[in-house]
């Protein structure tokens, strides 16, 4: 069973982003390949040839130093734990990091160096905020696994493989024809099993904030919801005026194309004007465990915070995969559905390499380019929903799309509240957008 498209929702962190960017300036457990051979799990792999693997973060930019860190966490702590464990076919893992300052000039400068100069065999959960080397990527067929797709890029070449998948033909122009298509799920589950009715959606006066606030009052009529639209000032943005009307208007469901800062700030102003709603609905970027601290003044809007996604909830250590995510991350201080989303383009790229070693082969490019570009699915021992990359010539008019649902709990932290993610799943328009 395919997922939907999850573009549109991490369009929604990068408009975010965006709209800052514009007026500032600028104990563990392996997947079963891993225990194939019994000298390979006892020793830990120190002398032969290194698998060299890169990973491409933002990890400096304008918008702030640890938004885009998570994934190259997650990732980190999987490839240590495998190299205690013999790394791959005896041969560690060799991590090299490029932060590229959130710029495209350094997101090159970055390429060139993982590529060319350090002859990386894949990167591996790249997070940036302008991936303007991706065609540069693509063009020396380097497989990029597991990305996060802030921008268009995944969904635009050829041997790139963001962590959500892609149905696009991928030839050098984004999606079909220049145009990307997202699902209504999210929108039909809070309708459909919360009894949401009449919903508001808040942005900035910023083009790129504005554009994703129309995209999602499309997705919210087309599922039949009455839609209260918010518009505030990004310089000196008036909070708690939204929150009065979107409580005088009765909304019950809260959605919003602005950032983490501004959520927070619109929390407060809704406990501070009495607006009381069924759910503020969180983008995957922002399911962190520092909920309490985010949202410290306003406990009744903290107790309505609910996220969606397309992996499985970090907080279900009942499920073997991700307790071995948390018991090998148990030393951070915070935790995030990025960084088990990193964990897993880890787990990706490792169940890719096992293939070619498998055999005698060696990891080359090519080899992994293959294995990520087979027609089937891949769920990282059930921590993603099933991700292919299998093209379709014509967008799908609608898909049977699934996702995974938390709902912030004080004490207990993000509850999944849909059971199975696999199970919850509805058959939903894909409606169009560029990029």
Known sequence: MRRRLRAAEALAAALALSAVLALSGCGSRLPESAFEDGAERRTPARTAAPVHVGILTSATSPVGGATFTDTRDGAQAYFRGLNDKGGIGGRP???HLCDDGGSGVGNNACVHELVD???VVALVATTSLDYAGAEKVSHARVPDIGGQP???AYDTYPHLYGIYGSLAPRDGTPGWDGRLYGGTEVYRYFKREQGARTAAVVSYNQAASAAYARLVTRGLRAEGYKVITEQVDFALPNFRAAAADLKDQGAD???DAIDAHGNARLCRAMDQVGARVTAK???VQSWTSTVAADYKDAPHCRASLWAT????NFEDTGHPAVRAFRDATEGLRTHSQWQLEGWAAALWFTDAARSCVRGGGDVTRAC???FMDRPAPYTADGLLLPVTYRTLPE??????TCLSVARWTDGRGWVTRNGDMSRTCFDVPQLAYQP
């Open 117 to 119: 100069e350090k002859k």
């Open 368 to 370: 992994l380019d293959r």
């Open 150 to 152: 802030i921008g268009a």
């Open 93 to 95: 893992v060799e991590v």
């Open 309 to 312: 996604g397309a992996s499985r």
């Open 395 to 400: 967008p799908p008019s609608t898909r049977r």
């Open 253 to 255: 469901l809260v959605l």
């Open 281 to 283: 609905v969180m983008t």
